[in-house]
């Protein structure tokens, strides 16, 4: 839930949003580009055929998919993830979530392989029932296989591709050690999507929670 605190003044802080933001500022670009280009054979030959326009809505679809990207993560560019003694946790702005070390059961990395990559998220199992509502957290709700026999089915999922090291150490540092389980190879496909779409919905209609 929302929470009036803010972290210790020596938490190690990590900047979630900005990171993301320029990690993704590469790809974001080019796909404008596509757009600009889509708009420079528009302007610059009248007499396109159909499979010229074609060409053009391709481009022009990639153009409008890069903006959309750079609005989404400059809006979120102040998004701030921070670990400390109580816990793990979420600022946006001025509000703040924590998720408490002494209400985990586990916590630790999955990773999995892509292409010549690889895909990274942080997964904290709570001990105690969750609120798939929180404002703040919903988000990362997750639906899933646990780990071992013990854990909850529901945990948080926080995706830190291009920042997997950091959280690697801020929690080594920080979480008590008998909850640490490591990182641990899963999948592809097991990174899934949020529990609800927004607060209060699945797939956008007020509904059960997804199962």
């Given at each position: ?125 709570p001990s105690r029932e969750i609120d798939r509502d929180d404002p703040l957290l919903w988000q990362f709700v997750r639906d899933t296989a646990p780990l071992r026999s013990g854990l ?27 909850l640490w389980f490591g990182r641990k190879e899963q999948p592809s496909s097991y990174r899934g999507k949020p529990d609800r779409t927004t607060p209060g919905t699945v797939n956008g ?7």
């Amino acid at each position: 839930m929302i929470f009036d605190g803010r972290p210790a003044h020596d938490a190690t802080v990590l900047r979630y949003g900005l990171r993301r933001f320029l990690h993704g500022l590469v790809f974001d670009v080019a796909a404008i580009s596509f757009g600009v280009a889509g708009i420079w054979m528009m302007v610059g030959d009248g007499d396109l055929r159909v499979g010229g326009w074609t060409c053009v809505a391709v481009l022009l679809s990639g153009g409008a998919v890069g903006v959309v990207q750079v609005v989404l993560h400059w809006r979120a560019r102040r998004w701030v993830t921070a670990f400390d003694a109580t816990g793990f946790w979420w600022i946006r702005g001025e509000d703040a979530a924590v998720i408490s070390w002494d209400s985990l059961a586990a916590v630790g990395i999955y990773w999995a392989r892509r292409g010549n990559g690889s895909v990274h998220t942080v997964e904290l199992c709570p001990s105690r029932e969750i609120d798939r509502d929180d404002p703040l957290l919903w988000q990362f709700v997750r639906d899933t296989a646990p780990l071992r026999s013990g854990l909850p089915r529901l945990r948080y999922r926080v995706s830190v591709d291009e920042s997997h090291q950091a959280y690697e150490k801020a929690l080594r540092q920080w979480a008590p050690p008998e909850l640490w389980f490591g990182r641990k190879e899963q999948p592809s496909s097991y990174r899934g999507k949020p529990d609800r779409t927004t607060p209060g919905t699945v797939n956008g209609r007020p509904n059960e929670p997804t199962r």
